[in-house]
């Protein structure tokens, strides 16, 4: 970097969904940096697994092959076994690691059946997006679509999302989305001002499809808020846990005094819980 460079600040989605859920996850995770005794949960183990299958899909298609949907569950399959961990939590009472095998399987199955041929002119998967939330580039967001596609047809992109959690959104969760809303900015960063986003979020456990769109006004608005959201996480001085049924799925329960349980000796201006 050139000297009188700015050096811009990156933030993405999670880290921003972290500091709204809980202060103190927000600490420990992107200030502490502590890396946890277990990062995952088996539904985000599930989660990855189907992300990384469907981005597989999506590389072979690409390629020129269709694999055939045994070919997809051999690979999710295998993906499952060498990303599994001993010792995954799972929270859900009743429930082994089988039971989130299977729902991967019947996922991509449903999803393989619903999009074959794939002829929706996918043109990258696992892009990173880079946007600024202000004039300067000294705040920004970076991240990564799922699937990108365009339609030769009307010229309009599509940022395709998959989710993975047994929750169905309200039209309210889908207006108020700010991770594809951010995406379609970074997207309009570098296609064009003018071109058009749809945003579609694939709901696999219920094997259904949500579109929405987003006004230019609309974006600037997000901007402005995200912005107005950074501000507030730098100016934060006391990270304050926030209890809630989340917290049984975050990674730091173990050492979080909410809870009852010792942080790392460094956590000496935590206050009494
Ligand atoms: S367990 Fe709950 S209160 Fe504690 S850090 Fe995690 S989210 Fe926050």
């Not at 599994?84 to 089988?98: A, H, R």
């Not at 700010?178 to 058009?196: P, V």
């Not at 608005?221 to 100016?235: F, H, Q, S, Y």
């Amino acid at each position: 970097m050139k000297s009188g460079e700015m050096k811009s600040k990156f933030f993405s989605h999670s880290r921003l969904s972290a500091f709204e859920q809980c202060k103190l996850k927000y600490k420990f995770r992107y200030i502490d940096k502590i890396i946890p005794e277990m990062e995952k949960t088996i539904e985000s183990h599930l989660g990855k697994v189907v992300h990384s299958t469907l981005e597989w899909l999506y590389r072979q298609i690409k390629n020129g092959f269709v694999p055939t949907v045994d070919e997809v569950i051999f690979y999710y399959s295998k993906a499952w076994k060498e990303e599994y961990e001993e010792g995954i939590p799972i929270i859900k009472k009743g429930l082994d690691s089988e039971h989130y095998f299977n729902k991967g399987v019947q996922f991509l199955i449903n999803y393989y059946t619903e999009h074959k041929p794939f002829d929706d002119n996918t043109i990258d998967v696992e892009k990173e997006i880079e946007l600024s939330l202000d004039d300067t580039g000294e705040y920004k967001i970076r991240g990564f679509i799922d699937r990108l596609a365009m339609n030769p047809k009307t010229g309009e992109y599509e940022v395709h999302d998959y989710k993975t959690s047994g929750n169905f959104p309200s039209n309210e969760d889908i207006e108020n989305d700010r991770q594809l809303a951010l995406y379609a900015i970074g997207i309009k960063e570098i296609y064009g001002k003018e071109k058009d986003v749809k945003l579609i979020w694939h709901y696999l456990s219920f094997n259904k499809k949500i579109h929405s769109k987003r006004t230019d006004e609309q974006l600037e608005n997000l901007k402005k808020e995200t912005l107005k959201l950074i501000k507030e996480i730098e100016a934060t001085k006391n990270f304050e846990p926030t209890k809630s049924s989340l917290c049984h799925w975050c990674e730091y329960k173990p050492i979080c005094p909410a809870w009852g349980n010792k942080p790392p000796e460094r956590q000496t201006e935590l206050g009494d819980f």
